[in-house]
């Protein structure tokens, strides 16, 4: 079926990752940044010269668009959905993508930095492309493939499907969303427009993973309230705000309930950000578990640590506010148990071995199978994400594209 078939992934990635769509958690617009508006109108131009004549760009930045049905019979909606935003850890000003054909397992020097160093010795996965051929930025940038990977290969799946209607599938749902990145990614999809039934977000690393578990997460935001005087008469009088602060991170545990100690299905307690002056300062951290209720254990141990510090500081006082991020996912998709077997399936016909895998983190999929909508993740080939190491290989994006096809297959056979 693809033997004569000839990818547009790559090709789309390669201009796709040019086009500087970071978002930014400090911004309080939606979406967070209006160049995020910049790869989606290309999205919408494209996908209608296709012939996919609903395809649009709505006021909040997400592109919606459906392929129509082949089929006579009644067929669940399948949504396919990556975002197009790219991760603040790093820049994603001119970007600059190589193509390195033919990877043979030698270090990758990046040229425009050339510290940054791609070793197969410190990323084993590079020892499954030998002949493949490898995307990297050039060395100042991270590269974009989460997720502009996956919004590639679903538009080269939307591609194939639309030049080749002799295939059998349900109507297909398209969805590009932005700040992803920043936690706010499905925050205005309007899921009656949408219409689908289950979905899957293209958002993962190697090829043959699926990933139906996440953590859940929360954020707190801790504020704490000092007292102010004049720092020449302050004596017996001045509380720091900013020096309790620096104590309560001192609290936190060395060797465990953080990222840098955590690893498999252990979560974490991770300051992000702190902000203020003596009177005031606040510290803003994210919390992580596989189970929900692991969640208010780490958050009322937090809350103790801060307690502790502030009976030192008997005039200082704290405020601790929680919100909920999103949950995770396997709790939606346990029920609903058709949308992972559909997803197996399909990875076994495009010819990979299945991988299952939790996500030490969140996808919109994680938010979407609250919404109504079970939505697994689907492997994409990113690797060493938001980082100027980060790389894919055009191989592992066509076997994205071929299992997405294949899974509209296998949804309309079984139903």
Request: charged fraction near 25%; include cysteine.
């Amino acid at each position: 079926m693809f033997s004569t078939y000839q990818f547009t992934a790559a090709q789309r990635f390669l201009k796709y990752v040019q086009i500087d769509t970071q978002s930014d958690p400090q911004s309080t617009s939606f979406p967070s940044t209006e160049k995020q508006k910049d790869l989606s109108k290309l999205l919408v131009e494209e996908l209608l010269q296709m012939g996919i004549s609903d395809a649009h760009l709505d006021e909040w930045g997400y592109v919606y668009a459906t392929i129509p049905s082949t089929t006579d019979k009644k067929v669940p909606v399948i949504c396919f959905c990556a975002h197009v935003d790219t991760a603040p850890d790093c820049s994603g000003t001119n970007v600059k993508p190589i193509v390195h054909k033919n990877y043979q397992g030698d270090d990758i020097v990046l040229p425009d930095d050339t510290t940054q160093v791609l070793r197969k010795s410190e990323y084993p996965y590079l020892s499954s492309q030998i002949g493949n051929d490898i995307i990297t930025a050039s060395g100042k940038t991270l590269l974009g493939s989460d997720d502009k990977a996956g919004v590639a290969e679903i538009m080269d799946m939307a591609h194939f499907l639309m030049t080749n209607k002799d295939i059998k599938h349900g109507e297909i749902k398209l969805l590009f969303t932005p700040d992803e990145e920043v936690g706010r990614g499905v925050n205005h999809v309007d899921m009656k427009k949408l219409g689908a039934d289950f979905g899957y977000t293209l958002d993962g690393g190697e090829a043959g993973s699926l990933e139906d578990e996440t953590f859940s997460a929360d954020g707190v935001l801790v504020t704490i309230h000092g007292v102010i005087a004049h720092p020449g008469y302050a004596k017996d009088k001045l509380v720091n705000a900013m020096k309790i602060a620096g104590e309560i991170l001192q609290s936190l545990p060395k060797d465990r309930l953080s990222p840098e100690t955590t690893d498999g299905k252990r979560g974490f307690i991770h300051p992000v950000r702190i902000e203020g002056i003596a009177e005031k300062c606040t510290i803003e951290f994210i919390i992580r578990d596989f189970d929900t209720p692991g969640l208010k254990k780490k958050e009322d141990y937090l809350q103790t640590q801060i307690e502790e510090r502030l009976r030192t500081h008997p005039k200082a006082t704290f405020e601790f506010k929680v919100t909920e991020q999103y949950r995770n996912m396997k709790e939606i998709l346990d029920k609903n148990p058709h949308v992972v077997d559909y997803a197996k399936e399909a990875i076994k016909r495009a010819g990979l071995n299945l991988k299952m895998e939790s996500i030490r983190g969140g996808t919109d999929g994680s938010r979407l199978s609250f919404m109504g909508l079970p939505c697994p993740n689907l492997f994409a080939g990113e690797q060493a994400i938001h980082s100027k190491l980060e790389f894919i290989s055009i191989q592992d994006m066509n076997k994205a594209v071929e299992t997405m096809v294949y899974l509209t297959m296998v949804c309309e056979e079984k139903n």
